[in-house]
T-cell receptor
Framework: AAGVIQSPRHLIKEKRETATLKCYPI?????VYWYQQGPGQDPQFLIS???????DKGSIPDRFSAQQFSDYHSELNMSSLELGDSALYFC???????????FGPGTRLTVL | QKEVEQDPGPLSVPEGAIVSLNCTYS??????FMWYRQYSRKGPELLMY????GNKEDGRFTAQVDKSSKYISLFIRDSQPSDSATYLC??????????FGRGTSLIVHP
């Protein structure tokens, strides 16, 4: 069965650079969630989209922005990167009528 | 204090043992309870999903919820080395955004 796809899987950036993370949900899923997971930490919810509209907002810094496109894929844009942004970034998708979140493999971002 | 507390472990058990993983929480609005398994460098995978109090069994896994004590458990019977992973509890109320525990690292040694 098709799963959530995230790209890139690994990304290395320097401080103050920008990064773009991509998420391709499971086919027919219309809701996407973004999470940040630091080492040994629980996933922290950042933001979610339903039918291309922002549906919920969590602890997403103002330096970050995200959107969902007409094909339901989503991109997380991160600017002015800081060392503390180094983490695993997960995307999860659902059908809006259910709440079983299916997670992607994550993007490991390292900021040097 | 975090809304969801989970002992990070590691919890090391021999193959075949019964494993008990637990979380406590403080938000009485939580009604939906989930357990995720996360292998190293992979995304969390949903194992169990329960609503309100009670037990739910799926193969070797049993999830228990005690809302009166704000305590949930995941039991793994006949544990296998392939069960070695981090187990995250998660829970939510009316919002679809779950609150996660920090995860317990489980090591099942042959």
């Amino acid at each position: 069965a098709a799963g959530v796809i995230q790209s890139p899987r690994h990304l290395i950036k320097e401080k103050r650079e920008t990064a773009t993370l991509k998420c391709y949900p499971i086919p027919r899923h219309d809701t996407v969630y973004w999470y940040q997971q630091g080492p040994g930490q629980d996933p922290q919810f950042l933001i979610s989209f339903y039918e291309k509209m922002q549906s919920d907002k969590g602890s997403i810094p103002d330096r970050f922005s995200a959107q969902q496109f007409s094909d339901y894929h989503s991109e997380l844009n991160m600017s002015s990167l800081e060392l503390g942004d180094s983490a695993l970034y997960f995307c999860a998708s659902t059908l809006a009528v259910t709440d079983t979140q299916y997670f992607g493999p994550g993007t490991r971002l390292t900021v040097l | 204090q975090k809304e969801v507390e989970q002992d990070p472990g590691p919890l090391s058990v021999p193959e075949g043992a019964i494993v008990s993983l637990n979380c406590t929480y403080s938000n009485s609005a939580f009604q939906y309870f989930m357990w995720y398994r996360q292998y190293s460098r992979k995304g969390p995978e949903l194992l169990m999903y329960t609503y309100s109090s009670g037990n739910k069994e799926d193969g070797r896994f049993t999830a228990q919820v005690d809302k009166s004590s704000k305590y949930i458990s995941l039991f793994i019977r006949d544990s296998q080395p392939s069960d070695s992973a981090t187990y995250l509890c998660a829970m939510r109320g009316g919002s679809y955004i779950p609150t996660f525990g920090r995860g317990t690292s489980l090591i099942v040694h042959p």
